[in-house]
C-alpha cells in the first residue's frame, strides 16, 4: 500500500481538485501492473495499472488490484473504474480510504459483482496523503499552508539583506510551490519584492500566482503577471486597468471586500485552487491566523539578526494559540511546523 502512496506523489499538484491515487495488481506475490493518475482529466490509477499489466503481456484476471482510494462507481471526467475491474477478471480490491465524494460507491459495487474487498488499510497515511483533498470535499475550502520566512528577530524584509534565509530553505519552499495549486501574496509583497513566485530552483509545475489587490494598484510590468494564469483578487468592478490585466492573461476576480477571506477562499477553491500557499507580508499574515484559516504553519528562522531597519513578520499579538508540532534544519535555518489551536 506505502508503495500506492509512492506512485500518487509523483503526480504533486497536478491532479488537483482531483485526488493524488496510486495503484499497483499483484498476482503470485508479483507486481504485474501499476499506475497513477497523472492529471486532471486523465485515466485514473486503477485504469493505468491495467493498461500497464496488458502493455507488459500480463494478465489482471485473478489478480489483486491494491489503491490508495476507493475506486469510482460513477461517471465524471472519465468512466467507472469499477466497470473495468470488474470486466478485467480481478478478484480482489484492497484500498486505504474511503472517497468522501458521496457519489462515489465503489465498495459496494465491487461486492456485489462478486470481487473481494478490503478498505482502511494504512488509512490515515492515505489521508495525510490528500489532506487538500479531502479539506475541500468537506467543506469547500482550501488546504492552507502559511509560509514565513524571517530572521532570528522575527523580521522578514530589510533594504539592506536579499535573501533571508539559506539556499536549502529556498530549494525547500520550492518544492512546496510544486507541491501546491497556487502561491497567495499581497500587493504590499508585489510592490516591495516584485517576485516571481515560481519553481526555478527545483523540477515542478509553477503555481498559479493569486494576488489581493484591493484598488487593483498592481504594474503591468510585474515579473509575477509574466505566468499568463495568475489571478487578481479585488474590489474594483470595472477599470481601464481592469481590462489591460486581462489582456495579458490575468483573471480578475472581484469581491465586495477583501478583508474577509472565507468567501475569497471558497471562489478559489470551487475553480480548482484547493491547496494554496500563502507567501506575504505582515497584514496577509495577520489576517490567515486571526481568520484561523491555517491548516498548517511553516515558520523558517535563520540565524541572521535585521535590527531596527527590518519589517515585523507579524502585526503586534498575531500568534495567540500555536503549538510546535514538528522542528526540522534546513541548512543553516530552523523550521518549525505550527498549528493552530
Not at 459496494?108 to 487538500?132: D, H
Not at 510590468?221 to 481601464?240: D, F
Not at 489576517?287 to 541572521?304: A, E, G, R, V
Request: hydrophobic share 35%.
Amino acid at each position: 500500500m506505502r508503495e500506492t502512496f509512492a506512485l500518487a506523489k509523483k503526480a504533486k499538484s497536478l491532479t488537483y481538485p482531483n485526488p493524488l491515487v496510486g495503484a499497483l495488481l499483484i498476482k503470485d506475490s508479483e507486481i504485474i501492473g501499476e499506475g497513477y493518475h497523472k492529471k486532471y482529466g486523465s485515466a485514473h490509477a486503477e485504469v493505468e495499472a491495467i493498461n500497464d499489466c496488458i502493455h507488459k503481456g500480463n494478465s489482471p484476471k485473478e489478480s489483486t488490484l491494491y489503491v490508495s482510494l476507493e475506486p469510482c462507481s460513477h461517471y465524471g471526467k472519465t468512466p467507472p473504474c469499477t466497470d473495468l475491474i470488474i470486466k478485467s477478471g480481478i478478484k480482489k480490491v484492497v484500498f486505504a480510504m474511503t472517497d468522501p465524494n458521496p457519489k462515489v460507491n465503489g465498495f459496494e459495487t465491487l461486492k456485489k459483482a462478486g470481487v473481494e474487498v478490503i478498505r482502511g488499510i494504512l488509512e490515515e497515511e492515505a489521508e495525510n496523503l490528500n489532506k487538500a483533498f479531502l479539506k475541500f470535499q468537506k467543506t469547500g475550502l482550501p488546504f492552507i499552508t502559511l509560509k514565513i520566512a524571517s530572521s532570528i528577530d522575527f523580521k522578514i524584509w530589510s533594504p539592506e539583506v536579499t535573501n533571508i534565509t539559506g539556499a536549502e530553505s529556498q530549494k525547500f519552499v520550492h518544492g512546496l510551490r510544486s507541491r501546491s495549486t497556487s502561491v497567495l501574496t499581497g500587493i504590499g509583497t508585489i510592490k516591495k519584492d516584485n517576485p516571481y513566485l515560481t519553481t526555478r530552483l527545483v523540477k515542478g509545475k509553477n503555481p498559479t500566482p493569486i494576488i489581493l489587490d484591493s484598488k487593483l494598484e498592481i504594474s503591468p510590468t510585474s515579473n509575477v503577471l509574466r505566468q499568463k494564469n495568475a489571478i487578481i483578487c479585488t474590489t474594483v468592478e470595472h477599470s481601464s486597468k481592469k481590462t489591460q490585466l486581462e489582456k495579458l492573461g490575468a483573471r480578475i476576480l472581484t469581491f465586495k471586500t477583501l478583508s474577509n477571506l472565507k468567501p475569497i477562499l471558497k471562489k478559489l477553491a470551487s475553480i480548482g485552487h484547493i491547496n494554496i500557499l500563502v507567501e506575504g507580508g505582515p497584514k496577509i499574515t495577520d489576517s490567515f491566523i486571526k481568520q484561523n484559516m491555517t491548516d498548517t504553519i511553516l515558520l523558517l528562522i535563520s540565524n541572521i539578526k535585521l535590527g531596527e531597519s527590518g519589517l515585523a513578520a507579524t502585526l503586534p499579538n498575531s500568534l495567540p494559540n500555536i503549538e510546535i508540532i514538528n522542528t526540522k534544519k534546513l541548512g543553516r535555518d530552523i523550521m518549525l511546523e505550527l498549528h493552530q489551536v
